[in-house]
């Protein structure tokens, strides 16, 4: 980019001072949104056009989420790998300058702006960016082509004897819980879904059938009976309801049945219904589903899975199809250079945050595996998986 190209820049907030600073400014193109709620809805029905901007700016209090808020919705939806993202103070403060570092956001402004010196750092930080995000994924690619996993023949010859004793040990319990499962509702005794493990391979992912076999058709039908929803943020924003009645903490959203939501919990909202679907009383489950879930017998099929090399006992856990192609452009594709496992670091880690772990930290934590699992390190976390599953609760 050269000084002549037009910036093109996406600004959220409503500064009228940033507004006209833009609006006057030479080889300045941008489009402006009142909120993060706005500018989101926007990306998302304009994604090309939001490729080519060069970089965003964001007001630091915009209402709804603020700017730093909105940094790690869009960062963690792989919105900002090359496109710089700029907070905007109304007035320079150490304490917001120093928020600014600690969100790691690309840079930080006070008004008044100076445009040209605006200009030149937004064509530094994109050509930087855009190096590094090329330079890391291609590397990240680069290993998976010539440096694949594989398992170490110990793990491996581990996996083998243990899983081979382990179904010899539980073949009553296969045996019965097949029957049980085929006497209380006709349809395959089997469940197989499509996951993701170690190279990015593609696999039949096993498990005790636990629901009806239209299970899958009937979802529209329960999810506005979703529970982890109403447990983890309530049925109201907790901003909004210390206000008067008629006001709102943030920018107002309509939705479709006309209610209207502030933006601050409808991120929150969409966040919780996107991440986890959790139904209590599901009528999708059987009465054998139910009792074979609640002991973790529907997993045992997996043990097939480890069998055949699609899985180790221990390593990261393999992921749906969907969930594994939306990561494959970020630093979390690392996960994929380790094992699919059964169990794994997440999963312990989880129980010493009281079963409370965010879908970022689990993916670095899966990172982290990739690069320091051993063999003993391994040993070690199953004894630590057993320690839980003797504990009261699980994980």
Request: hydrophobic share 40%; with cysteine; charged share 30%.
């Amino acid at each position: 980019m050269n000084d002549t190209e037009i910036v093109k820049i996406l600004y959220i907030g409503k500064n009228q001072e940033t507004l006209d600073q833009l609006s006057n400014a030479e080889n300045i193109g941008f489009i402006s949104k009142d909120n993060g709620l706005e500018a989101v809805h926007w990306i998302n029905d304009h994604i090309d056009e939001y490729d080519k901007l060069d970089a965003v700016l964001c007001a630091l209090n915009v209402k709804g989420m603020n700017a730093f808020a909105l940094y790690s919705h869009m960062k963690l939806r792989n919105l900002l790998n090359r496109i710089p993202f700029i907070v905007i103070a109304q007035r320079f403060e150490f304490a917001s300058r120093e928020l600014a570092r600690y969100h790691n956001v690309d840079d930080y402004y006070a008004l008044p702006l100076d445009i040209e010196k605006l200009k030149t750092r937004i064509r530094f930080i994109k050509k930087y960016k855009t190096h590094y995000t090329q330079s890391d994924l291609k590397k990240t690619f680069e290993d998976f082509k010539n440096q694949p996993y594989k398992t170490p023949l110990l793990k491996r010859s581990f996996d083998i004897v243990m899983t081979s004793f382990a179904i010899l040990v539980l073949s009553p319990v296969f045996i019965l819980t097949a029957l049980a499962i085929r006497i209380e509702s006709k349809g395959k005794v089997f469940y197989s879904s499509k996951r993701v493990g170690a190279n990015f391979h593609e696999f039949d992912f096993y498990k005790f059938r636990s629901m009806y076999p239209d299970a899958d058709k009937r979802l529209k039908e329960v999810k506005h009976l979703n529970q982890y929803q109403r447990e983890v943020i309530g049925d109201e924003c907790p901003r909004c309801k210390n206000l008067p009645e008629g006001t709102y903490c943030s920018a107002i959203l309509e939705q479709d049945d006309k209610t209207k939501i502030c933006e601050y919990f409808y991120f929150k909202k969409k966040n919780a219904i996107a991440a986890f679907l959790k139904i209590e009383n599901d009528p999708r489950i059987t009465k054998v589903g139910k009792f074979i879930r609640n002991k973790s017998i529907d997993e045992l099929p997996q043990l097939f899975n480890i069998l055949k090399g699609d899985m180790s006992i221990v390593g990261n856990r393999p992921l749906p199809v969907g969930e594994a192609n939306a990561i494959t452009k970020s630093r979390w594709s690392r996960r994929f250079k380790a094992a699919a496992g059964l169990t794994g670091l997440w999963q312990v880690e989880l129980r010493g945050k009281d079963g409370e772990m965010s879908e970022e930290e689990r993916f670095d934590l899966d990172n982290k595996y990739a690069k320091i699992n051993s063999f003993w390190g391994d040993i070690v976390l199953i004894l630590r998986t057993f320690k839980i599953i003797i504990q009261k609760g699980s994980v």
